[in-house]
């Protein structure tokens, strides 16, 4: 049997999120749960959601469970705040243990067990902090999921290390700056480690970001038209988050 279209009650009352189904006439054969950056909240990512208006796919943008500090607008994923004493930037690493317990109990209880997905019609999407959350419940998941894009976010020092010579089936796609990025050299590396279906995407800009044109979208609807199980196939676009 087919998964259902998800509602806020298949998933626990403290987890804040938002659900986009897809158009009536097509029922939700898969699931894009999408991460928000460090500081933003979900609602961005709603609107993301209807953006790319992926065939047959629910979209669940799901707020990070921790407000920052000092009042200031926006939650973040990490179990703890770090703050660079020379810039004063937030660091993005800094554990998600409970972020992943979260979303592991969101995907196992909430679209598994309740709304009859398997794990291999879930697909994860997360920018910067979000992707790194996303890489590691990916990673801390027995079953191999539909995938994991990651834009300007790597793997967390903290995120599981695999047994030897066992890697992670879950696809990856990595999207990150050709100069500046966060996604680092050894991040890189520890993804190659980690799982065994890796693919890096350098965009040709200063610094990380969302994507901005129809050459920067175009690596993440190719994944996503190889692994999202649809009749309809996924169109070509660009997709521009404001």
């Known amino acids: 049997m087919p998964g259902r279209l998800p509602t806020e009650a298949d998933f626990p009352p403290s987890v804040t999120l938002s659900i986009t189904p897809p158009p009536i006439s097509q029922p939700p054969t898969n699931v894009l749960v999408l991460l928000h950056g460090l500081g933003d909240t979900h609602d961005a990512f709603t609107k993301l959601g209807t953006q790319l208006n992926l065939p047959e796919t629910a979209c669940i943008s799901i707020r990070a469970p921790k407000p920052l500090p000092f009042d200031l607008d926006g939650f973040h994923w990490g179990d703890d705040m770090v703050f660079d004493q020379h810039t004063g930037e937030m660091d993005m690493d800094t554990g ?29 999407f997360g920018f910067a902090q979000g992707g790194m959350v996303a890489l590691q419940v990916a990673a801390s998941l027995d079953e191999e999921l539909g995938g994991v894009v990651s834009v300007g976010g790597g793997l967390s020092l903290s995120a ?8 992670n089936r879950t696809p990856v796609l990595v999207c990150k700056a050709s100069q500046a990025s966060k996604v ?17 995407k350098e965009w040709k800009r200063n610094g990380d970001g ?19 199980r649809s009749r309809r196939g996924v169109p070509e676009g660009s997709v521009e988050l404001t």
Request: hydrophobic share 40%; charged share 30%.
């Open 96 to 124: 998600f243990k409970e972020s992943t317990q979260i979303l592991e109990k969101a995907i196992k209880t909430g679209l598994i067990a309740k709304c009859g997905y398997t794990a291999r019609e879930i697909i994860l």
């Open 160 to 167: 599981p290390l695999n047994a030897v010579g066992k890697k």
């Open 184 to 200: 680092t050299d050894g991040a890189i590396r520890r993804l190659q480690d980690t799982f065994e279906f890796t693919e890096v």
């Open 210 to 228: 969302m994507m901005r044109n129809r050459e920067e979208m175009m690596p993440m609807m190719q994944f996503f038209a190889r692994r999202l």
